[in-house]
């Protein structure tokens, strides 16, 4: 109810609809609700002509299997990949992660930056990603996803669920050939 009340007295005119326009000069509304002990999110972008978009937000949580839609209506459907920390994350001085998978959960975890955050914590690449998938698992133990993570020393790490194993390939600035990895995701969790 709260975000609700924030968007029907139009908090600090910046809320809600009638708020400041886009750089199209349209209002478009986003909202995101989150339950936090089942990790449960609805979220929606770029909704026009719609004056409650955290019950839209809230019917795409309830009613849907997705984490977020986006445009007219919330008619269109969008995954972790453009989502930054979620479908890949960089920090410099550290590396870099990237997933792919059920974007629908792991966007829910950004599990990219997690996985360099404990890396410039001081954690290695293997260890990272494992951690960031357990994460994940501890919520949903089915998920069907892959997290790959790389130093900036070039040290590769990378964790999977759900599925037997998983394939991914990489060339270093010292390897004059693209290298091929198989990892067993029955012994890359736990």
Known sequence: MGCMQCEIE???????????????????????IMDGPTHDVGAVGGLRRVKQ?????RAVMTHTTHTMLVGD???RRVGDSPITGAGA??????????????????????PSFHAVMLMSSGMKPGAAVKTAVNKIT?????????????????????????MEQFP?????????EVKSVMINCSLSIG
Do not use: W
């Open 168 to 176: 991914y390939t990489y060339r270093t600035s010292k390897d004059s």
């Open 53 to 57: 978009a955290i019950s839209v937000a």
């Open 89 to 110: 994350y960089v920090e410099q001085g550290v590396g870099g992660a990237v997933s792919t998978g059920d974007g629908d959960i792991m966007m829910r975890f950004v």
């Open 73 to 75: 209506a919330a008619t």
């Open 138 to 162: 501890e919520k949903y133990p089915h998920f069907f996803g892959a997290l790959l993570a790389v130093d900036m020393n070039g040290n590769i790490g990378a964790a999977c669920n759900g």
């Open 10 to 32: 139009q908090c600090d005119g910046t809320v809600g609809y009638g708020g400041m326009p886009d750089e199209t000069g349209e209002t478009t509304l986003d909202a995101m």
